[in-house]
């Protein structure tokens, strides 16, 4: 079946790179979202890849995919501590219908000065 | 654009008991999709409607239901309620669902006594 998993906690220094990561296990996975969750918020939607990229850059963030390993992660350059929250890697694709998202566990970011 | 708004924000009850859940989704979304965050489980997938009617199903029992109306507007109801029900509801609303990206609301916080 699907699977998403994901490291579970990262602690970077304000204005170093963060690099989150994650591994999924459906070949078939057509999107790879990243949301960010601050406490007490719903989900916020940082960047989405399609299956056929590689690399997709906006702004501080940096998505990068491996589809041969199932790779997928999130880079953000000079890290603030406004970065400070859990990040969400999901997929979806046919298997389980394209507006069901799978999510892995959540990475929590701490950023300290 | 207003974004997508659920209510309550919070909710107490206690085992045994009722609740309906609502959530209104971003004008001219038509597909409102609804997951279960726990920290045992994290986020699940619980349902998605389009048009009134329910388009896909994750693994939960028959006691969580839910329905769509025709301005989109959407409510998930859970019967009999179990501790294990304590959890954060989120909704999210895409145009068409499908390939198209969801958007989260803040969710709904339910705690069961």
């Known amino acids: 079946g699907e699977d998403v998993e994901q490291s579970l906690f990262l602690s970077v220094r304000e204005g170093d790179s963060s690099v989150i990561n994650c591994t999924y296990t459906?070949?078939?996975?057509?999107?790879l979202y990243w949301y960010k969750q601050e406490p007490g918020a719903g989900l916020q939607l940082l960047t989405y890849i399609f299956s056929n990229m590689d690399m997709k850059q906006d702004q501080r963030l940096t998505v990068l995919l491996n589809k041969k390993d199932k790779h997928l992660s999130l880079r953000i350059a000079d890290t603030q501590t406004g970065d400070s929250a859990i990040y969400f890697c999901a997929e979806s694709g046919p298997a389980g219908g394209y507006n069901k998202l799978i999510f892995g566990a959540g990475t929590r970011l701490a950023v300290h000065p | 654009k207003a974004g997508v708004t659920q209510t309550p924000r919070y909710l107490i009850k206690t085992r045994g008991q009722q609740v309906t859940l609502s959530c209104s989704p971003i004008s001219g979304h038509r597909s409102v999709s609804w997951y279960q965050q726990t920290p045992g489980q994290g986020l699940q997938f619980l349902f998605e409607?389009?048009?009134?009617?329910?388009?896909n199903k994750g693994n939960f029992p028959g006691r969580f239901s839910g329905r769509q109306f025709s301005n989109s507007r959407s409510e998930m109801n859970v019967s009999t309620l179990e501790l294990g029900d304590s959890a954060l509801y989120l909704c999210?609303?895409?145009?068409?669902?499908?390939?198209?990206?969801?958007?989260f609301g803040p969710g709904t916080r339910l705690t069961v006594l």
């Open positions: 459906d070949s078939s996975s057509t999107y």
């Open positions: 999210a609303s895409s145009l068409e669902g499908g390939l198209d990206t969801q958007y």
């Open positions: 409607y389009f048009s009134e009617t329910q388009r």
